[in-house]
């Protein structure tokens, strides 16, 4: 069965400490491998596509990496609009199985 | 906007009436698909649709749902005779299927509340 597990649950950071968030992944040939950013009452946003081991992405304070057992994204130097939770999801044939999503809250 | 767009974004309905979400794709894209989140749980698959196709249903629960996504208007979830348990947010989300990859984007939601 395709398995999408995140980790931490939730993580408290100060502004400018640096972390990252796992994403261990279970899927019967890997099509893709997303991460989103959720708002707290909105939708997913997309942040990045990973579609094979060894692929980084990078977008601001984000990079995302990944693996072939899982996925990391790393946050430098947070800020407190970086607060949210992130999201992971494998691509099932034509349907993207979710994790729980790591909620991240950066103080200033 | 070009983004997806849903409605209503809010949704309260009384046990055993009928509601209806709709949601219009991003312009250019053919394909949607429908998400529930319940709360602390993820994101949970329902239905793939492409115009006036449904492609996988798999993640619908066998009775009361059904979805459709009509040549000419939104798509529309609709759920009958609603439960207490069917209250969650509902995403829609499309994507164009380029580039080998599946990115899709997100709608707003549609936060439903059986009372």
């Known amino acids: 069965e395709d398995q999408v597990t995140q980790s931490p649950e939730a993580l408290r950071l100060q502004e400018g400490e640096s972390s990252s968030l796992n994403c261990s992944y279970t899927?019967?040939?890997?099509?893709?491998l997303f991460w989103y950013r959720q708002d707290p009452g909105k939708g997913p946003e997309f942040l990045f596509t990973?579609?094979?081991a060894g692929e980084e992405k990078e977008k601001e304070r984000l990079k995302a990496t990944l693996t072939k057992k899982e996925s990391f994204l790393h946050i430098t130097a947070p800020k407190p609009e970086d607060s949210a939770t992130y999201l992971c999801a494998v691509q099932a044939a034509e349907k993207l199985v979710f994790g729980k999503g790591t909620k991240l809250t950066v103080n200033p | 906007n070009a983004g997806v767009m849903q409605n209503p974004r809010h949704l309260v309905r009384r046990r055993g009436q009928e509601a209806r979400l709709r949601c219009s794709p991003m312009k250019g894209h053919s394909h949607v698909y429908w998400y529930r989140q319940l709360p602390e749980e993820g994101l949970k698959f329902m239905v793939y649709l492409q115009k006036e196709n449904i492609i996988d249903e798999s993640g619908m629960p066998k009775e009361r749902f059904s979805a459709e996504f009509p040549k000419e208007g939104p798509s529309i979830l609709r759920i009958q005779q609603v439960v207490r348990g069917d209250s969650a947010a509902y995403f829609c989300?499309?994507?164009?299927?380029?580039?080998?990859?599946?990115?899709?984007?997100f709608g707003p939601g549609t936060r439903l509340t059986v009372t």
């Open positions: 990973l579609y094979s």
């Open positions: 899927v019967s040939g890997l099509r893709g």
């Open positions: 989300a499309s994507s164009q299927r380029d580039r080998g990859g599946n990115e899709q984007y």
